[in-house]
């Protein structure tokens, strides 16, 4: 048998063992959970930026959208004829569209006004104009607008023309002084895309590709008899092509 006064002792001691087991499983799980607060804090500082896709230019696409280009040309009552600066105008707003044209190229007669038919004589006039300036007759279509109780009411030509533009630029501005994310202006790369987009001779190129014309067959042939011949298949130089360096540097 135990001594006396021993199982009290042991029943303490177990029971301090117990609150010390208790206590230390307490204080591990909240020095883990700390510790992995720290290194998820650290972690996050030195995360990297993040990676733009593509490159920041790539934000402003050039675009194409359609335009009307009009010409509005002003009519009297008694008005017999288009005067001769009117027929200026049409000759060249018949080159414009030569030159970036696309689809019909209308004439629209004021219906119900005062001018009414004085417009409907102008209207053969202007399409006798446009035609003689270049323009098929069969793109230039007629048409008439409601005009009806007005006075003065003008005869109105229109056509569509593709113009290239960059996208997004110029709709957000910020200081760049204070940007604490060092991130790119929103307009970063509009200077390149703008002066892109103004040295676009025909924007519908963008939109569909432009037909090849067929290689001239005499030229080609011209070109190959050369070639067969051992002879030089390019033209010849004449004196004004030709040049010397200058000895004034020297």
């Known amino acids: 048998m135990g001594k006396p006064g021993m199982a009290p002792l042991a029943m303490y001691w177990n029971r301090r063992m117990a609150h010390m087991q208790t206590h230390m499983a307490k204080y591990i799980f909240r020095s883990l959970v700390c510790g992995a607060i720290i ?4 972690s996050a500082c030195n995360t990297a930026p993040k990676t733009p896709f593509g490159l920041p230019g790539d934000q402003h696409k050039i675009i194409v959208s359609q335009k009307q280009e009009d010409l509005s040309l002003t009519l009297a009552p008694n ?17 414009a569209y030569l030159d970036h044209g696309y689809g019909p190229l209308v004439i629209s007669v004021p219906e119900g006004a005062n001018t009414s038919l004085a417009a409907r004589r ?7 104009a446009l035609h003689e300036g270049g323009v098929d007759w069969a793109v230039i279509v007629k048409g008439q607008y409601q005009a009806a109780g007005t006075t003065g009411s ?8 593709y113009v290239a533009s960059a996208e997004g630029c110029g709709e957000r501005w910020r200081n760049l002084v204070t940007h604490p994310g060092n991130n790119e202006s929103d307009n970063f790369g509009c200077a390149l895309a703008v002066n892109t987009a103004a040295m676009i001779a025909n924007p519908y190129d963008l939109v ?4 090849v014309q067929p290689a001239l067959t ?6 190959m008899g050369k070639y067969i011949a051992g002879q030089p298949t390019g033209a010849e130089r004449s004196s004004d092509a030709k040049g010397t360096v200058s000895d004034a540097v020297n």
């Open 79 to 95: 008005m017999a004829a288009l005067t001769p600066a009117q027929i200026r105008t049409l000759t060249s707003y018949a080159a």
């Open 208 to 211: 569909r590709p432009s037909t």
């Open 122 to 128: 102008a209207a053969q006039q202007a399409q006798k």
């Open 218 to 223: 005499a030229r080609r042939q011209t070109v």
């Open 39 to 42: 290194i998820l804090g650290l």
């Open 154 to 161: 003008p005869l109105l030509l229109s056509f569509t023309r």
